[in-house]
């Protein structure tokens, strides 16, 4: 295997519960992908899930606060071989790694480095719903190199899952990332070559 998917919590546990550490020991002794897709909770908040916000909202809310679990645990940092792909651009993280910084020093000291190095050692999906904009976000806040195409298949189809791609070839990038978007990056992220 190349590595396991999880969802963004695991009955009701953060992905920074110290219960996972095993499995990321062995993700890392083994260079594995570690991949992570909402689990449809809404982050557990009736704010989105009693507003039929679940999947619309919840789900890059997700992203983003299993994400930044692991980044304020330090697990990015203390298990370097082990490759963590986030969904969804990485959620809200593009628009929010210089307030992350700004605020760490007062609610969060005890992060091991800045979130905005944390989140260069992620890889992120380019599910954003044919929104060029936001794919151009997560380029330039993380680096088109740590893009890979990603589609939601199966939970999304027909025309939308087309334009999955399309709107990556469409989307003003240079040439070069897109052509890493679609084809090189994810055998680095495999580890299939150099990345």
């Known amino acids: 295997m190349v590595g396991v998917g999880l969802t ?3 009955l009701g546990r953060s992905l920074a519960d110290p219960v996972f550490h095993p499995l990321y020991e062995e993700l890392d002794r083994r260079g594995a992908v570690l991949y992570i897709h909402p689990s449809g909770e809404g982050a557990a908040s009736p704010l989105i899930n009693g507003h039929g916000l679940t999947w619309m909202v919840g789900a890059p809310v997700e992203d983003t606060v299993a994400a930044m679990h692991l980044i304020l645990a330090g697990i990015p940092l203390r298990y370097p071989r082990m490759r963590i792909l986030v969904s969804h651009l990485g959620g809200a993280l ?3 790694l210089r307030r992350l910084d700004d605020h760490l020093a007062f609610e969060s000291p005890q992060t091991p480095e800045r979130p905005s190095l944390a989140a260069l050692r992620l890889w992120y999906d380019t599910v954003g719903h044919c929104h060029p904009p936001a794919l151009i976000a997560a380029a330039t806040s993380f ?3 740590r893009l890979v195409l990603g589609t939601d298949f199966p939970y999304e189809d027909g025309e939308v ?3 999955a791609v399309s709107y990556i070839e469409d989307s003003g990038l240079p040439a070069d990332e897109i052509s890493g978007i679609l084809d090189t990056n ?6 299939l070559s150099e990345s």
């Open 8 to 10: 963004t919590t695991v």
């Open 94 to 96: 593009p628009m929010l």
């Open 143 to 145: 680096g088109a190199d």
């Open 161 to 163: 899952f087309e334009r």
């Open 186 to 191: 994810a055998a680095a992220l495999l580890g």
